[in-house]
């Protein structure tokens, strides 16, 4: 036995059944932007513009559906549909940085040698710290710019000299710490003018650096007639199968005279002749190595080339990385960056996103200020302890930009080419290098809403409560109704706002087409969803101009106030919690319209001079006389069960016995009081005892726990009697019971 001592053992029997959270909505639609088949979340207008973007003239009206909803509204999920939508972007071309010196103040001629001993004409610019201030002239390797009195580069050993000019009234020697480097390198090219594949516009993140075709001009050929020369910058691409016979789609190296291709490489590097040529020395050892770049062969005695020879091939050295749209679509094409801002001691340059915007039919260009990106392609740690690698630092930060990084090249190795024109030496606005390759894709069909409604099936993954309908097409309001009912092997804690077709308030015999649409289109027999109709007429901020949309939005947004500020058992409808803020509607329903429509399970809207226009009824779809056919019972059921559910989850795996049952049945009475006395319940009973646990529910692990409610019903027709009687009558005598 233990010494005697205290121990502390802690019983919670503070279990209550939950209280209910809110409304959570969805609205899937076909918008200009946003990640595609995926679930965003929505609190207000503004992160619509940011995520979705503001909607044109010819938008999708699920903008506008969503917006309705967040006008009284603050949780909302958004899906975006789209097939085939294409990403628009740059691959960002290659610069190799060497350090030629620093300046002393005195100190004007620089010389040294560029990266890979090698150089392509017309590529190579010279910086003083982070400004340009030279380029080199393709045609003679002169170094040309403002405060360089003379230069040059031998682009075949990539010597360089520079001197500046410390004679005229302007001094322009080096001052004291100034960093003087060169580079070289490949220039920024959109994904349209590299003919990336399809598959790179439908993922950049399939770029396989390989898409950047280099031309390089070889030296000449010595006395024994041997080229020997180094393809910059290595290593080469190698071809993804054997090379048997020349093809400029299989090979990756080919060498041109003039235009005609005379030499290929096989998959080995083995240089060989194309078709029955003999440019080859065959007694000789012909050959590329990949790996580093170096070729050597020797030309045939009897062949004499035309023209100097040019190599043409593919490195997988050539770019940086790539930078693209946040998500696909035509609104791509209205992004652009500039490369700028280089610090070369640190690795770390600046990306700056610009946009075009339409203003009234002119387009305008911005920049966006809040995507300004101090980045590096090495991981540098700034003084917010923020890492600043690119993909880090952007990927999932902005909502215009992603980066991909070329992991081929070391991250110290080179940073991306400058957006400043080769032969400019300041950034213009002109520079803007804008993203090209986005689309839409194709038009999307119902099939593409049914799968973003997968993404919600899993009522323990994702919290749903209304799903606003954005199509008005029967099937999908099918799906929608098998989503929300529980009978049909739905969530059973939602409930869908469908809308009828735009076209059948239109037509002339409106009325019997609604009805006929009702019972023999759509011919849906659910509780767990409403059908509205009524087009309403709203102001387009966005586009100045009046605008007829679907009506599921601001019946949403009437269930989610109406839940937040009374309960979701209250009936969103009348005028008290569903006048609506709109212009008008296409359908002005009399009366007797309202009557038919009503009957048939339609909830019209109701348009009164002086008063207004209000949601006007709140059927389910069932055509079975039940306390089910009104959306405030349906509500009432979908938050006592879910909330019982919820609360019963804690005791799955205790004991069935009294003391378990007594719990369970007190915590259920105490929450169905508080209903009760919300207004929810006429009365309520709730049995967890041995009259419904038999024996044999016991040996097969069950308990049932019996919930008996009355919902309290609306008062949705209003007789307004009026008894007249002689003077001096007892009315307590004549009363109407």
Request: charged share 20%.
């Amino acid at each position: 036995m233990a010494a005697p001592f205290v121990r502390t053992v802690e019983y919670d029997l503070s279990q209550r059944v939950p209280a209910y959270q809110g409304m959570y909505g969805l609205v899937i639609g076909n918008f200009d932007r946003g990640p595609v088949n995926e679930r965003i979340f929505l609190s207000r207008k503004s992160d619509c513009d940011m995520r979705l973007g503001k909607p044109g003239p010819n938008s999708d009206h699920a903008y506008y559906i969503l917006h309705s909803y967040l006008s009284k509204a603050q949780r909302c999920w958004a899906v975006r549909v789209a097939n085939g939508a294409l990403y628009g972007g740059l691959v960002l071309g290659a610069y190799y940085n060497t350090t030629l010196g620093t300046g002393d103040g005195a100190t004007t001629t620089f010389t040294g040698t560029l990266e890979y001993s090698r150089c392509i004409p017309g590529t190579v610019e010279v910086w003083q710290d982070n400004e340009k201030v030279g380029y080199d002239v393709a045609t003679t390797g002169a170094i040309n710019g403002t405060g360089i009195a003379s230069g040059t580069v031998t682009y075949s050993s990539g010597a360089i000299t520079i001197t500046f000019d410390d004679t005229g009234t302007i001094d322009y020697t080096p001052p004291v710490g100034a960093i003087i480097y060169a580079r070289w390198g490949f220039p920024n090219i959109d994904f349209t003018t590299l003919s990336v594949g399809n598959d790179v516009l439908l993922d950049p993140t399939e770029y396989d650096w390989n898409g950047r075709t280099i031309e390089l001009e070889l030296v000449d050929a010595d006395t024994n007639g041997q080229i020997s020369d180094t393809l910059v910058p290595y290593a080469i691409d190698a071809p993804d199968a054997a090379v048997t016979a020349y093809d400029d789609t299989d090979c990756t190296l080919v060498i041109y005279d003039g235009t005609t291709p005379v030499i290929y490489a096989d998959e080995n590097g083995d240089l060989q002749n194309v078709g029955a040529g003999t440019y080859l020395d065959a007694a000789e050892t012909n050959a590329v190595n990949y790996s580093t770049g170096a070729i050597s062969f020797y030309l045939d005695a009897g062949y004499t080339p035309t023209s100097d020879l040019t190599a043409k091939y593919t490195s997988l050295y050539s770019d940086a990385g790539v930078v693209y749209s946040d998500n696909p679509g035509a609104w791509t094409d209205n992004v652009g960056v500039i490369i700028r801002d280089f610090s070369i001691p640190d690795n770390t340059f600046y990306i700056q996103t610009w946009e075009k915007t339409s203003v009234n039919g002119t387009y305008l260009t911005n920049y966006v200020s809040s995507d300004n990106w101090k980045v590096s392609r090495d991981d540098v740690i700034d003084g917010w302890n923020q890492n600043l690698q690119w993909e880090e630092r952007i990927n999932g930060n902005s909502y215009y930009l992603r980066v991909l990084d070329n992991t081929n090249l070391e991250a110290d190795e080179c940073i991306p080419a400058s957006s400043i024109a080769h032969s400019d030496l300041a950034i213009e606005a002109d520079h803007i290098e804008w993203f090209d390759g986005g689309s839409d894709g194709t038009a999307v069909s119902v099939s593409n809403y049914i799968t973003a409604l997968d993404l919600f099936e899993n009522k323990e993954a994702v919290d749903l409560d209304i799903v606003m309908d954005t199509l008005g097409n029967p099937t999908y309001h099918t799906y929608i109704a098998n989503l929300c009912d529980r009978e049909r092997g739905g969530r059973g804690d939602c409930y869908g706002i469908l809308y009828t077709p735009h076209s059948l308030e239109v037509s002339t015999n409106y009325i019997v087409d609604l009805v006929n649409f009702r019972k023999y289109t759509q011919n849906l027999n659910c509780t767990w969803v409403g059908l509205y109709t009524g087009h309403v007429k709203i102001w387009d901020t966005y586009n100045s101009r009046e605008l007829y949309v679907p009506p599921s939005g601001f019946v949403g947004a009437a269930f989610s106030y109406t839940a937040d500020q009374y309960d979701p058992w209250w009936v969103a409808a009348g005028w008290r919690r569903g006048l609506l803020p709109i212009l008008d509607v296409y359908r002005r329903y009399t009366q007797g319209e309202r009557d038919v429509l009503y009957d048939n399970e339609l909830n019209p809207m109701r348009f009164k001079p002086g008063k207004g226009i209000a949601i006007w009824g709140q059927k389910t779809l069932t055509p079975v006389a039940s306390a089910l056919d009104r959306a405030n019972v349906r509500w009432l059921l979908i938050v006592i069960e879910n909330a019982i559910e919820e609360f019963l989850d804690d005791y799955v795996f205790e004991f069935n016995d009294q003391y378990t049952r007594s719990l369970i049945r007190a915590a259920v009475n105490s929450y169905l009081e508080t209903i009760k006395n919300r207004r929810g319940l006429y009365t309520y009973d709730v049995v967890c005892d041995d009259t419904n646990n038999s024996s044999d529910d016991i040996d097969n692990y069950r308990m049932n726990v019996d919930t008996y409610v009355q919902p309290v019903k609306a008062a949705e027709y209003i007789y307004n009697r009026v008894i007249i009687t002689r003077t001096g009558v007892d009315f307590s005598t004549v009363r109407i019971s």
